[in-house]
């Protein structure tokens, strides 16, 4: 059962898929509306306030970034979760980049779309530890768009300083950042005994038998320039996995 009770939108132009989706949110305790295409989403979400909507990619007229998009504009806060089965990598990139919380494959079990959804409607707070301004800048403007809180360090003892200090989810962490570095950073985590998730974040090449040290609070790394997909991956990944 949820936490709480939350208004869902269901945008699909499959009616059976749509309807499944909406009796397992229904099981949950959620309340929903279905709309069988972006126009008629739009025209529900100036009506009615949503907290969470599954947007199907592939639509007749309006396609599903276009979709989100608009859904944007109508409701800034609103978290959306892309639903597809056929869409290319590049459509996906462009509803990432358009604010997509996460995206589900279909068919979608069971547990993937309570677990999404409960992702999507609790905050996530991510700490971006990393000194490159522009980098973190774009970081936090992109994750910010997908309604994720972010916090930002640009030096490992700030970086410590602020999982002190802030609830954080998951870090977001570069290894050569000034002041304690990356690998100074994941040791004071491991003594300090801090239960994060970490997803490190590098444009240089890390040794393996180095990062396994720290396992399993590394659960990711990757490689700048980082791809929006690839990001929302991570972070979703490092969401579900203990610490």
Known sequence: MADRSNEILIIDDDVDFAESMADLLELEGHQFAIAGDGPAAIALAQQRQFDLAFVDMKMPGMDGVETLRRLREVQQDLRIIVVTGHASPDQLDQAVTAGAFTLLEKPCPVENVIAAAQ???QPQVVLIADDDPDFSDALADSLAKSG???VKADTGISALDR???DDIDVLLLDMRLPK?????VLRAIQQQDVTIPVVIVTAFPVADD??????????EILH???GPRRLVDALNKAATVPV
Do not use: H, M, N
Not at 180 to 184: H, M, S, V
Not at 210 to 219: A, H, L, Q, Y
């Open 119 to 121: 992702r999507a409607t």
């Open 224 to 226: 700048k320039p980082i």
């Open 148 to 150: 994720r809180r972010v």
């Open 210 to 219: 180095e990062i396994r040290k720290f396992d399993p609070i590394v659960s």
């Open 163 to 165: 999982l002190q200090s």
């Open 180 to 184: 304690l570095d990356g690998y100074e």
